[in-house]
């Protein structure tokens, strides 16, 4: 009886072991894990943003963080890569924190840059940040400028 009582006892001990390893497994398949670095690269990804005095033939001319009012406009440029299927994104323009401008761009894959342009008026000087967000609203980046003299 004294050598049943140690057995019983490993036993129960491995067979709450198991229900742990096994409870666990199952609990992780149906939980919100990150993706594996290959699933990541497949989803829709933002390479590069920046705001610019311009775009020309695609590419961004003098990106900077304070822009003069004398150029009387300053656009936001996107590139994404990759983009797994047709899309849109949303450029979101703040001036002083208060909502300026709303601009929807469509991506297509395999790659995709796209830009939008606000027009400065006297009043523009200050404060401004605008934001990308994707399709579902989520934010992918913020960037903050001035407009001066």
Known sequence: ??????????????LACL?????NSNAEEGSATPAAPDAEKKGLTLIQALVCENVVDGIP?????????SRGRVSFYTFF??????TFVTHHWYYRDEPSARIRLQLRPPRWATFSTIQLRE???GPWRVEVTDAAGVALKELRFSITD
């Open 61 to 69: 001319q003098e990106p900077a963080i304070v822009f003069s009012i």
């Open 1 to 14: 009886m004294s050598t049943l009582k140690p057995l019983l006892c490993c036993s129960l001990l491995l």
């Open 81 to 86: 890569d990759p983009v797994p299927q047709k």
């Open 123 to 125: 009043t523009d000087k």
């Open 19 to 23: 229900a742990v390893a096994f409870g």
